[in-house]
């Protein structure tokens, strides 16, 4: 039971433009939300963060945007550079479980 | 601050052994979590250990195991090694614990199982 969606496996964006990630989930409990991005052979680097009780948190050029409504996360980086190019993965969490679920990542490759 | 350490980087073992894992966590971290990621597949949650204490498990197998020891440093052993254990294994702190704050990942350990 996957409860924490990534459907697109990778994404190709040209440099300077707008990269969406999508993220969607299925529990209504989960009330914070991560995205991560890792290199190969390297540890998840933390990116950016959204509690429920917000429906978008900027750093930067990443912005996190959360539908409750939708379970539905998107992180928006604008613009792309080809150093963005990596595996993306969110994570969701419910208060008091002690453990994040992650989703299966989207490869993103920002073309020069 | 010194970032999350995990030793050994690489390790190879064959079917049958054991071998432990070691984690540091960010200095006044006191929770550390652990993931197992494969190919293909995310991040599969192991265990989570705060202030010693294991506050919730994975859906593995009890080969899989944990400690945490005072200083919060953390261990995972994996008991009769499968070559599908192959894998790279995370290690993850936070101050107060998942759901509650960001964790922060180590660069992981590749285990190889041969």
């Known amino acids: 039971d996957q409860q924490v969606k990534q459907n697109s496996p990778s994404l190709s964006v040209q440099e300077g433009r707008i990269s969406i990630l999508n993220c969607d989930y299925t529990n209504s409990m989960f009330d914070y939300f991560l995205w991560y991005k890792k290199y190969p052979a390297e540890g998840p680097t933390f990116l950016i963060s959204i509690s429920s009780i917000k429906d978008k948190n900027e750093d930067g050029r990443f912005t996190v945007f959360l539908n409750k409504s939708a379970k539905h996360l998107s992180l928006h980086i604008v613009p792309s550079q080809p150093g963005d190019s990596a595996v993306y993965f969110c994570?969701?969490?419910?208060?008091?479980?002690?453990?994040?679920?992650f989703g299966t990542g989207t490869r993103l490759k920002v073309l020069a | 601050k010194a970032g999350v350490t995990q030793t050994p980087r690489y390790l190879i073992k064959t079917r049958g052994q054991q071998v432990t894992l070691s984690c540091s966590p960010i200095s006044g971290h006191r929770s550390v979590s652990w993931y197992q990621q494969t190919p293909g597949q995310g991040l599969q949650f192991l265990f989570e250990y705060f202030s010693e204490t294991q506050r919730n498990k994975g859906n593995f197998p009890g080969r899989f195991s944990g400690r945490q020891f005072s200083n919060s440093r953390s261990e995972m052993n994996v008991s009769t090694l499968e070559l599908g254990d192959s894998a790279l294994y995370l290690c993850?702190?936070?101050?107060?614990?998942?759901?509650?704050?960001?964790?922060?990942f180590g660069p992981g350990t590749r285990l190889t199982v041969l």
């Open positions: 993850a702190s936070s101050s107060r614990g998942a759901g509650a704050d960001t964790q922060y």
């Open positions: 994570a969701a969490s419910r208060a008091g479980t002690y453990k994040y679920i």
